[in-house]
Nanobody, 116 residues
Framework: QVQLVESGGGLVQPGGSLRLSCAASGIIFSINNMGWYRQAPGKERELVARISSGGSTNYADSVKGRFTISRDNAKNTVFLQMNSLKPEDTAVYYC??????????WGQGTQVTVSS
């Protein structure tokens, strides 16, 4: 069974940092594109960051320079390092796996709250 399990969320003050992890199983991790999305209550889910199977990355304009996505294929894990966090970063963050043949899989999400 495919599973994506996020961890690392929590409560942090503005300007602080968090590192999210997503552990994948049931997929050939190295050939999947991976991404982080987020959704706040009443708002659309939005792409935060994406990393391809080849290691190329892209980011939402709102997080460029603050967030870094990376992957460790040996550990079947994708990370999102979040620095200089702002209240508007508050959301549930979801891990996503994409493959052209198989499609998309999603984790259950981890809550990130940025508040003083």
């Amino acid at each position: 069974q495919v599973q994506l399990v996020e961890s690392g969320g929590g409560l942090v003050q503005p300007g602080g940092s968090l590192r999210l992890s997503c552990a994948a199983s049931g997929i050939i991790f190295s050939i999947n594109n991976m991404g982080w999305y987020r959704q706040a209550p009443g708002k659309e889910r939005e792409l935060v960051a994406r990393i391809s199977s080849g290691g190329s990355t892209n980011y939402a304009d709102s997080v460029k320079g603050r967030f870094t996505i990376s992957r460790d294929n040996a550990k079947n894990t994708v990370f999102l390092q979040m620095n200089s966090l702002k209240p508007e970063d508050t959301a549930v963050y979801y891990c996503n796996s994409q493959h052209w043949r198989i499609g998309d899989y999603w984790g259950q999400g981890t809550q990130v709250t940025v508040s003083s």
